[in-house]
């Protein structure tokens, strides 16, 4: 029993040291590396093809080599033309006509703080040291032998707007953006996003007409571009994934760091499938057909900026006199599960839960159930903390019925202590016979700790990813369930009713280990000041059920029988 108690407070304690660590790391993030040039990036043989310069010759000043030497100033690294504001109930968005790039995304609904509820999160954004944006267009081809038609916008080319401010209006459900850029050779080609009430998922057309008297021939690509500057939200980003991701019918869901990305390109071609750039709550993805070839790829560039594409392996053939319509979606927006399993098979993983998502869904869709009764994620919370406790209660019944039996026999087991003094390995032999004699599970008092850890770690990433309880309320004091307790009064709490648990329970033969767990409590109410007051909010709600529990069993229960 001693021994198990001792291997579980050391885990316990590899735990707690882990979270420090990383909070550390996250308090004091090593400065960021940066490529001198972005000719030392080296893309895939795949990705040869697109164009990955950001500025076209004639563009500005500031040119890759220059730039790389002053990577933490708020410069521009893309070309800028005509920028065209879109205003929708979701959306204020710009889309600049270099390449007719989305560039800037303003999520109305979602302020950047409580404390700035005019403010919209800004998830994308053409500017350092946050850049994200959204670039698509025809990867560049050599000329043909049978002397096809090859020239084609990319995201370097600068379109012909027709109008640079688009309002949704009251009623209509749909706003068309259109941009359009000819060749010199006559082909003409259209690129149009359309914006749908209420939604974030965009849809990107792109239309190629062509009047000559020779076939046309294209290879589409999409791509997101991102820079390594993480955004710091929550209790910060060391905790939650920010990166590239893909998925697709081979290899499913698939982390693509930036990491990988600067160490070795991608270069994968599979069929269908969708590719991402993450952060904490929001999301950019790129969704094409499904029944499309496609090859992945990444580069990665200076400043720290990192290209996460897709582009069509078969090409797209336009005989003479006729035109041809690609469809695209673009989704740019919350990690709303919902909605994201709707749009795309996978794409509602970008929910990133680790390893114990088997356990944080289904507690993620009963925390939903009980809000839509309830109105307030706050209570919620402490209703999915009661049953919890109802599903484990025969669970802990066994064991509070353990710890009574351990707690009668601590006379008995300090009568061994005292007789065998320093003697170890007699004293473990003498304790084994007396719970063997006793008929007494010396590990019984440890199991309802040991089932609690998956559920209070699956809980604490469903607390954390979850967009839906972001800048939550409470009551009174506790504006953000996401955040920690301004004040520290849930995490006090936590401290004292765990504190009253290990009253509790047997004390440890052992005084050193006596000792260790008199100032565990201490040691958690430390740790616990920096998680999310929801997380808090369950494990204080959760020892307190386990007070009033253990209290009934020992008292009532065991005593009846």
């Not at 929910?351 to 869709?365: C, S």
């Not at 565990?520 to 009033?548: E, K, Q």
């Amino acid at each position: 029993m001693e021994t198990q108690r001792l291997l579980l407070v050391v885990a316990l304690g590899l735990i707690l040291f882990m979270i420090w660590d990383a909070w550390e790391k996250y308090q004091n993030p090593p400065p960021p590396t940066t490529q001198t040039i972005a000719g030392e990036a080296k893309p895939s043989a795949a990705a040869g093809e697109v164009p990955s310069a950001e500025v076209p010759e004639g563009g500005p000043a500031a040119t890759r080599s220059k730039a790389a030497a002053v990577p933490d100033q708020r410069i521009g690294v893309l070309q800028y033309g005509d920028r065209i504001e879109v205003k929708t109930d979701v959306y204020h968005a710009v889309i600049d006509s270099f390449g007719g790039d989305l560039r800037i995304v303003d999520l109305l609904q979602y302020p950047v703080s409580l404390d700035e509820p005019d403010k919209p999160f800004r998830l994308m954004n053409d500017t350092l040291p946050q850049l994200f944006v959204a670039q698509s267009g025809f990867a560049k081809r050599r000329p043909t032998a049978d002397g096809s038609l090859v020239t084609a916008p990319n995201h370097t080319t600068r379109y012909r707007v027709q109008q640079t401010r688009y309002v949704l209006p009251d009623g209509q459900e749909a706003l068309d953006v259109t941009l359009d850029w000819t060749s010199p050779e006559g082909v003409r080609f259209v690129k149009t996003y359309t914006f749908r009430r209420g939604e974030y998922l965009i849809e990107v057309r792109h239309r190629i007409e062509n009047p000559t008297a020779r076939i046309w021939r294209g290879n589409y690509y999409q791509q997101l571009q991102k820079s390594g500057e993480t955004v710091k939200m929550g209790i910060g980003s060391t905790y939650t994934y920010t990166g590239g991701v893909l998925y697709d019918n081979e290899d499913k869901y698939q982390k693509i760091s930036f990491d990988d990305m600067r160490e070795e390109p991608l270069n994968k071609t599979v069929k269908g499938g969708w590719a991402a750039m993450i952060q904490h709550y929001f999301l950019g993805a790129w969704i094409p057909p499904q029944d499309a070839r496609l090859n992945y790829y990444t580069l990665a560039l200076a400043q720290e900026r990192f290209v996460l594409g897709m582009k069509m392996v078969d090409e797209t053939v336009v005989a003479p006199g006729k035109s041809q319509e690609l469809v695209d979606r673009l989704f740019v927006g919350p990690k709303l599960q919902h909605v994201l399993e709707k749009i795309a098979p996978g794409l509602e993983l970008t929910v990133d839960y680790g390893i114990l998502t088997i356990i944080a869904k289904p507690i993620f869709w009963l925390l939903e159930f009980i809000h839509r009764f309830v109105g307030n994620w706050g209570w919620s919370i402490i209703l999915l903390t009661i049953l919890i406790k109802l599903a484990f209660y025969k669970l802990s019944e066994k064991s509070y019925k353990s710890m009574a039996q351990m707690r009668k026999l601590q006379p008995k087991l300090a009568a061994l202590k005292e007789r065998y003094g320093d003697d170890k390995q007699k004293l473990q032999q003498a304790m084994m016979e007396m719970y063997k004699k006793e008929k007494i599970n010396p590990l019984g008092g440890c199991l309802p700790i040991l089932v609690q850890i998956p559920v209070f770690i699956a809980l604490y990433w469903v607390l954390l990813e979850s967009v839906e309880l972001r800048q939550a309320p409470w009551i009174l004091w506790i504006r953000d369930l996401s955040t920690r307790d301004p004040y520290f009064v849930l995490p006090i709490l936590m401290g004292i009713t765990m504190f009253i648990q290990q009253k509790l329970n047997p004390a440890p033969v052992d005084p050193i280990q006596a000792k260790v767990m008199t100032f565990l409590p201490i040691v958690f109410t430390f740790f616990f000041l920096f998680f999310p007051s929801g997380l808090v909010l369950y494990w204080v709600v959760n020892n307190t059920l386990s007070i009033a529990q253990q209290w009934y069993i020992t008292r009532v229960v065991i005593k009846e029988k």
